[in-house]
């Protein structure tokens, strides 16, 4: 099974600040790699798929680069609304397996 | 609008069985894979269960495997999922999401699932 490890477990960012996340596999998956965002009590959504390709409705501040093992979700400029848990997913491999997730918390 | 409404959680002993649904609507439902995915209390996400758009090809996590059985009915737009021998580690809230090109495009609402005595 391939093993997703993201970094850091916990980000404090001030609003209007960058954050960066980070997405490491265990073996590489190309480009089959997908974040996502959940707010408590809610279900997970979708922001970036491809490694780089925003979702519907996802505002540009969001980003994702990388390919093989190694990648990053760029959030250019926290708003109060990003606060919130991000988790990678890879879909290169059976079973599809996700990060540990990033939380994001207002410094 | 995409909408998936799961349906059928609940408390339940251990070793006990429990069907969850998932009722689809605003897309192609017969088009697309879905699949359940799980999250435990406090911890992340976990792949359950998936089924081919035509419910031929099924899939599931080891830790479900013959225990948890994935089908689907296109004449109803419903997903399900039946659940055996049921642990205290299967206590999670279970999700029936839409699929992209393998990614988890659509998420329904969640239906939580509590395995205790």
């Known amino acids: 099974e391939m093993v997703m490890t993201q970094s850091p477990a916990t980000l404090s960012v001030s609003p209007g600040e960058r954050a960066t996340l980070s997405c490491r596999a265990s073996?590489?998956?190309?480009?089959?790699l997908a974040w996502y965002q959940q707010k408590p009590g809610q279900a997970p959504r979708l922001l970036i798929y491809?490694?780089?390709t925003r979702a519907t409705g996802i505002p540009a501040r969001f980003s994702g680069s990388g390919s093989g093992t190694e990648f990053t979700l760029t959030i250019s400029s926290l708003q109060s609304e990003d606060f919130a848990l991000y988790y990678c997913?890879?879909?290169?491999?059976?079973?599809?397996?996700f990060g540990q997730g990033t939380k994001v918390e207002i410094k | 609008e995409v909408q998936l409404v799961e349906s059928g959680g609940g408390l339940v002993q251990p070793g006990g069985s429990l069907r969850l649904s998932c009722s689809a609507s605003g897309f192609a439902f017969s088009s697309y894979f879905i699949h359940w995915v799980r999250q435990a209390p406090g911890k992340g996400l976990e792949y359950v269960s998936a089924?081919?758009?035509?419910?031929?090809?099924?899939y599931h996590a080891d830790s479900v495997k013959g225990r948890f059985t994935i089908s689907r009915d296109n004449s109803k737009n419903t997903l399900y999922l039946q659940m055996t021998s049921l642990r205290a580690e299967d206590t999670a809230i279970y999700y029936c999401?839409?699929?992209?090109?393998?990614?988890?495009?659509?998420w329904g609402q969640g239906t939580l699932v509590t395995v205790s005595s």
């Open positions: 089924i081919s758009s035509d419910g031929g090809s099924t």
């Open positions: 997913q890879q879909y290169s491999n059976w079973p599809r397996t």
């Open positions: 073996q590489s998956v190309s480009s089959n």
């Open positions: 491809g490694a780089s």
């Open positions: 999401v839409k699929m992209g090109n393998g990614w988890y495009e659509y």
